[in-house]
């Protein structure tokens, strides 16, 4: 599902040509990574059961993280990410997305070591609903 949802992110038009292939599971070096980039991290995978067993439709959460040079570039792909992101339903790659929802968001200021400028950010919350397709 991950990978799926991973899929999705790349494929929404606010982000090709702004992160190219630039989203990875956890943190990539940002003395070596190339910005805007997005930082992806799973916080939760909620299951759901019947007295028949585990239901199809499942919930999971995601907390997104949005790296640039400026606070107007991650601003403005945060707003854009939140626009294409918000309410969607799809299918990836053989995942049923029902419901993608943002939670919340917020910005962030990261160091940089060896004097460079910290980088600037926005980080959502994101919950969806899917299934297999």
């Known amino acids: 599902m991950l990978e799926a949802f991973m899929t999705l992110l790349l494929g929404l038009e606010p982000l090709q040509g702004q992160i190219g292939a630039r989203l990875a599971v956890g ?13 992806l991290h799973p916080v939760g995978d909620l299951r759901s059961y019947t007295l028949d067993g585990e239901a199809a439709v499942k919930s999971a959460r ?35 997305f029902k419901g993608v929802f943002l939670e919340g968001g917020r910005a962030m200021a990261g160091t940089r070591t060896q004097g460079l400028a910290p980088l600037l950010g926005w980080s959502f919350d994101i919950r969806f609903k899917w299934e297999r397709a």
Do not use: K, M
Not at 27 to 39: F, K, L, S, W
Not at 70 to 83: I, K, N, Y
């Open 62 to 96: 995601v907390q997104l993280d949005i790296w640039a040079d400026t606070a107007s570039e991650a601003v403005s792909l945060a707003r854009a990410l939140s626009g294409a992101l918000s309410g969607l339903s799809v299918s990836v790659a053989g995942i049923r």
């Open 27 to 39: 943190v990539q070096d940002p003395a070596t990574t190339a910005r805007p980039y997005i930082n």
